[in-house]
C-alpha cells in the first residue's frame, strides 16, 4: 500500500482535506514493521483514520510551518522521539556528539533535537493548545516516571509533565492506541480514557479518589534520596509485569503521575493480524536521493517471530518497555512474511535474521509465570537456571527449516541475540546443531559481557563457565561441519559493580581464550533500567547494599582499554592500571601482548610494501 502522507501535497493528492492523526517523529519515515510509527500508522489506517506522518519536522523555524502544514488534526497528535531516545541517537555513552544518525536519511546527525518528545510536544502545545496530544515510543516510555538523566545528571520529572502531553502510552502500544482513538471518535469526556490500560496520565492530588495500589515515592523524594530512588525503580520494574501489575501512582508537586496496569500481551492472532498489514517495507521515496535511510539495511530481508522477554538482564530495558511475557507470530504468519521478501527485486536470497528481543524464545517460562506473572524475587536463568523453566527450540527449527525450503531462499542466518543460557539449558541439542551448520553468517555475536562473578550478578548474566561451556561446543560443532565462523562476544566496560580488578580479570580471561574485542561497549546509563538506578544510586536496587561505581572519565578509559589488550596504544593506560591495582607483576603480560600485535602489523605493513615493489 502506498507510503502515508508526509506533507500536504501527499495529504491533498490523497484527497483529503485534513487528517484525523499527525503522527510527529524523530526517525525518518520507514514503513516496515521494525519501526513503532509504522506500526501505530498502519493499525490506525486499517481502522479507517486517516493518518499523515511528520517525520523530523524543522523545530528551529520560529513559523513552525511544518507543523501546521496539515492544519489542525480532527482527533489529535501523537509524538514519539522515533525508535530510540533521541539522547542515545544523538550522543555516545562518553556524551560525544554522535557524528552520524542510522534513522535519518543519508545517515546524517542533527536533524532529531535533543528530548525530541518534549520539544515536538511543547511546539504543538504552543500553536495547537486545543488539540489532543499523546505520546509514546521508548523516549516515552522510559521516561514516563521521575528518571535520572544521565546526559544531565539530574533527576527529571515524568516525560509526562515536561512534555505537557494529555496522555503518555508505554510499551508497545498498538491495543492502547486504538482505545484512544476510538474514545476521541466517540466522546469529548478526555477522562473516559482513564480506564485505559498501559497508559499514564496526570490528576490533581485534590481530585484523586485513593483506592488500592502502589505508591512510589514522590519525584521530589527520589531527588533528594537514593535511597528512595533505587526503591522506586524496583518498584516500578516489577509493576511492569502484564499479568500482575498494579496500578501505580507517583506524586509530583501537585499532582500524581497515574500509570494504569500495563496492557494485556498480544495473542498470537493478534500479532499476525499486526504483521500481515500492507507495509511498504522500505523508506519513504523522497529520502532517495539522500542514499536512503541506513537502517533499512539491517531490516527489509529481517523478520520478527517475537516479542517480550523474561532474560531479565539489568542493563536492559526491555522488559520495563515490551514486557516479560512472550508473544509470538504463527508459523503461517511469519512463513508468509518470508514469501513476500522473496518476491522483493532487491532480496538476493538470504534472510537476514528471524528475531527479536532474544532470538530463542518462543515460550513463557513457565506455567506459573502464564497464571500469576514473574517471580518477584527470582530471575528464570540467573545465577542458575529455575527448575520450572520450560525449554524448547522445536519451534523456532520448525520456523527456520519452513523458511529456508522456501523457492529462492538461498540462507536464513539469526542475527538477533540468542541467548546462550538458555541454549544450553536444552537437552535436545537439534536447535545448535542446526544453528551452527546453517544458520551463522561468518559470526555469531553472542553477549557473556563479563566473566566476574559478581560482576555478572549486578549485570544479571549467567556465571562465565555457561558461556564457556558453550563456546567449546560452538567451535567442536563448527569443526565438525568445516566451517569457518566465529563467535563475536559482546562485552561491557565500567558496568557498576566492576572494580579495576575485575576489568583486569576480565582483560586475562580475554587473552587465555583467545578473544579480541574490536569493538567494546562502555556502560550506558539509559533510562529505564536496574542499572542506570545502580549508576545513579550507588546501590542495588533488589538488596538496597552498596555497589561500587566506575565514575571517572579515566577509570573509565582504564576498563574499556584492559578489554582492548592487545591494542599497542593502550599500553601506557593499562600500564597505569595495573600499577595502581598493585598488579605491576601483569605488566611484562600485557606489554608482551602489545608488542606481538605491532609485530604483526609491521609484518603485514611491510609485506604489502613487499608486494608493491614486485608489482
Ligand atoms: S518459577 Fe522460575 S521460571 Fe517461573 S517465573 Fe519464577 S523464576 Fe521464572
Same mark, same amino acid.
Given at each position: 500500500m502506498p507510503f502515508l502522507p508526509i506533507n500536504k501535497q501527499e495529504m491533498e493528492a490523497r484527497?483529503?482535506?485534513?487528517?484525523?492523526f499527525i503522527i510527529v517523529t524523530?526517525?525518518?519515515?520507514?514503513? #516496515?514493521?521494525?519501526f513503532g510509527v509504522a506500526i501505530i500508522s498502519r493499525v490506525l489506517e486499517a481502522k479507517g483514520y486517516h493518518i499523515a506522518i511528520l517525520p523530523q519536522?524543522?523545530?528551529?523555524? =520560529?513559523?513552525y510551518s511544518d507543523f501546521k502544514q496539515?492544519?489542525?488534526?480532527?482527533l489529535g497528535f501523537m509524538v514519539t522521539s522515533g525508535n530510540i531516545d533521541s539522547m542515545v541517537a544523538n550522543y555516545t555513552a562518553a556524551k560525544r556528539k554522535r557524528s552520524?544518525?542510522?534513522?535519518t536519511a543519508g545517515g546524517i546527525s542533527g536533524k532529531r533535537p535533543d528530548r525530541a518528545v518534549v520539544v515536538y510536544s511543547r511546539i504543538i502545545k504552543k500553536i495547537f493548545p486545543g488539540s489532543f496530544l499523546v505520546i509514546g515510543g521508548l523516549e516515552a516510555s522510559l521516561r514516563r516516571f521521575a528518571h535520572y538523566d544521565y546526559w544531565s545528571n539530574t533527576v527529571l520529572k515524568s516525560i509526562l509533565f515536561d512534555s505537557g502531553a494529555d496522555v503518555l502510552v508505554y510499551g508497545m502500544g498498538e491495543a492502547q492506541i486504538v482505545d484512544i482513538a476510538k474514545m476521541l471518535q466517540h466522546s469529548?469526556?478526555?477522562?473516559?480514557?482513564?480506564?485505559?490500560?498501559g497508559i499514564c496520565y496526570s490528576i490533581p492530588v485534590n481530585e484523586y479518589a485513593p483506592e488500592s495500589l502502589v505508591e512510589l515515592p514522590s519525584y521530589e523524594k527520589v531527588s533528594e534520596n537514593k535511597k528512595d530512588y533505587a526503591v522506586a525503580a524496583r518498584k516500578a520494574l516489577e509493576e =511492569?509485569? *502484564?499479568?500482575?501489575g498494579r496500578k501505580i501512582i507517583q506524586r509530583h508537586g501537585d499532582s500524581f503521575l497515574v500509570q494504569n496496569p500495563p496492557g494485556k500481551p498480544l495473542t498470537q492472532s493478534q500479532m499476525d493480524y499486526i504483521y500481515s498489514l500492507?507495509?511498504?517495507?522500505?523508506?519513504? *521515496?523522497?529520502y532517495e536521493s539522500a542514499g536512503?535511510? *541506513?537502517?533499512v539495511s539491517e531490516v527489509e530481508f529481517s523478520i520478527i517471530h517475537n516479542r517480550g522477554c523474561f532474560?531479565?538482564?539489568?542493563?536492559?530495558s526491555l522488559a520495563f518497555h515490551q514486557g516479560s511475557v512472550i508473544t509470538v507470530r504463527s508459523l503461517e504468519s511469519i512463513v508468509n512474511e518470508a514469501i513476500n521478501i522473496t518476491a522483493n527485486?532487491?532480496?538476493?536470497?538470504?534472510?537476514h535474521d528471524v528475531g527479536? *528481543?532474544? =532470538?530463542?524464545?518462543?515460550?513463557?517460562?513457565c506455567d506459573k509465570q502464564k497464571k500469576s506473572g514473574l517471580c518477584k524475587n527470582k530471575?528464570?536463568? !540467573?545465577?542458575v537456571i529455575c527448575s520450572r523453566l520450560k525449554v524448547s527450540h522445536t519451534e523456532y527449527l520448525n520456523i527456520l527449516d519452513k523458511i529456508s525450503s522456501l523457492?529462492? !531462499?538461498k540462507k536464513v542466518f539469526i542475527r538477533s541475540g540468542i541467548r546462550f543460557d538458555y541454549l544450553m539449558a536444552d537437552k535436545n541439542k537439534a536447535f545448535f546443531h542446526a544453528l551452527v551448520r546453517r544458520?551463522?553468517?561468518g559470526q555469531l555475536k553472542v553477549a557473556p559481557? #563479563?566473566?566476574v562473578s559478581q560482576v555478572l550478578d549486578k549485570m544479571g548474566k549467567p556465571h562465565i563457565d555457561v558461556y564457556k561451556k558453550f563456546q567449546d561446543e560452538f567451535y567442536k560443532i563448527t569443526k565438525k561441519v568445516n566451517k569457518e565462523q566465529y563467535l563475536v562476544p559482546y562485552l561491557i566496560s565500567?558496568?557498576?559493580?566492576?572494580t579495576i580488578k575485575d576489568a583486569i580479570a576480565l582483560s586475562l580471561f580475554l587473552m587465555k581464550e583467545g578473544i579480541r574485542p574490536e569493538q567494546v561497549q562502555d556502560f550506558y546509563p539509559t533510562p529505564g533500567t536496574i542499572s542506570t538506578a545502580m549508576f545513579y544510586?550507588?546501590?542495588? &536496587?533488589?538488596?538496597?547494599n552498596k555497589v561500587y561505581v566506575p565514575k571517572t572519565q579515566k577509570e573509565k578509559d582504564a576498563q574499556r582499554a584492559l578489554l582492548q589488550?592487545?591494542? &599497542?596504544?593502550n599500553l601506557p593506560v593499562i600500564t597505569e592500571s595495573l600499577r595502581s591495582a598493585g598488579r605491576e607483576d601483569l605488566i611484562p603480560v600485557f606489554r608482551k601482548a602489545a608488542i606481538r600485535t605491532a609485530k604483526k602489523r609491521n609484518q603485514r605493513t611491510s609485506g604489502k610494501k613487499g608486494m608493491k615493489k614486485n608489482i
Open positions: 484527497g483529503w482535506a485534513a487528517v484525523d524523530g526517525d525518518s519515515y520507514v514503513d #516496515h514493521p521494525s519536522p524543522d523545530y528551529k523555524n =520560529a513559523d496539515f492544519g489542525v488534526p480532527r552520524d544518525d542510522a534513522y469529548k469526556n478526555i477522562k473516559k480514557l482513564h480506564q485505559i490500560n =511492569a509485569d *502484564p499479568i500482575r500492507p507495509y511498504e517495507r522500505y523508506y519513504h *521515496p523522497s536512503g535511510v *541506513p537502517a532474560g531479565a538482564c539489568n542493563f536492559c527485486p532487491r532480496f538476493k536470497g538470504y534472510i527479536g *528481543p532474544t =532470538a530463542n524464545f518462543r515460550l513463557p517460562s530471575k528464570c536463568l !540467573v545465577p523457492p529462492k !531462499v544458520h551463522v553468517s559481557e #563479563h566473566c565500567s558496568h557498576p559493580g566492576s544510586t550507588g546501590l542495588d &536496587p533488589y538488596t538496597l589488550y592487545y591494542e &599497542p596504544k
